[in-house]
């Protein structure tokens, strides 16, 4: 299982965090009902299009997801989801600064897996996908909304490349 997402982007800027998404290699629904089991008392809300679980701990919002690969329908957000590694999981996310995961494994824990180099684009200020961002905006028009918020948010700049797709693609946001 890995922490990934907004919760290790926001860790490593120093930014407050009170929700964690974790991929799991494997049935991710499966893994939230066996943390609830150890917490105790814990309602698990399962969203079984997608393969997800969510789970509210102390004032923690803790979302669950096996690792998938998604594919898109030029007229829908809502991908088709399949089983994939931790890479595939990485590879559809919106930006690099989001594809960042921490190992929680006990022989790794704690290990920062970085294929993209999200790392150096969050010391760098950049928002940049990690994979070709007319695909990436493609598959869901409203992540050019995400880039301009998280740009202005965190007062960072979006790559030449991605910006040039938002303009071209700016229809798709209707």
């Known amino acids: 299982?890995?922490?990934?997402?907004?919760?290790?982007?926001?860790?490593?800027?120093?930014?407050?965090?009170?929700?964690?998404?974790?991929?799991?290699?494997?049935?991710?629904?499966?893994?939230?009902?066996?943390?609830?089991?150890?917490?105790?008392?814990?309602?698990?809300?399962?969203?079984?299009?997608?393969?997800?679980?969510?789970?509210?701990?102390?004032?923690?919002?803790?979302?669950?997801?096996?690792?998938?690969?998604?594919?898109?329908?030029?007229?829908?957000?809502k991908p088709s989801v399949t089983k994939g590694s931790l890479r595939d999981d990485q590879l559809r996310r919106d930006f690099t600064i989001n594809a960042l995961a921490i190992s929680l494994s006990p022989n790794n824990y704690g290990e920062l897996l970085d294929p993209f180099n999200g790392l150096t684009d969050l010391e760098n200020k950049i928002i940049r996908t990690p994979t070709n961002p007319e695909i990436t905006f493609s598959d869901d028009p409203l992540r050019m909304l995400r880039a301009i918020r998280f740009a202005s948010q965190l007062h960072f700049k979006i790559n030449e490349e991605s910006l040039t797709a938002i303009s071209k693609m700016a229809n798709r946001i209707s």
């Open 1 to 77: 299982a890995y922490a990934i997402g907004g919760f290790v982007r926001d860790t490593l800027l120093g930014r407050e965090v009170k929700d964690l998404d974790i991929v799991a290699i494997g049935d991710g629904i499966k893994l939230a009902n066996a943390v609830a089991a150890e917490i105790g008392n814990t309602n698990v809300s399962v969203f079984k299009t997608f393969g997800t679980a969510m789970l509210q701990f102390e004032d923690w919002e803790i979302e669950f997801v096996g690792a998938r690969k998604e594919s898109y329908s030029p007229d829908s957000r």
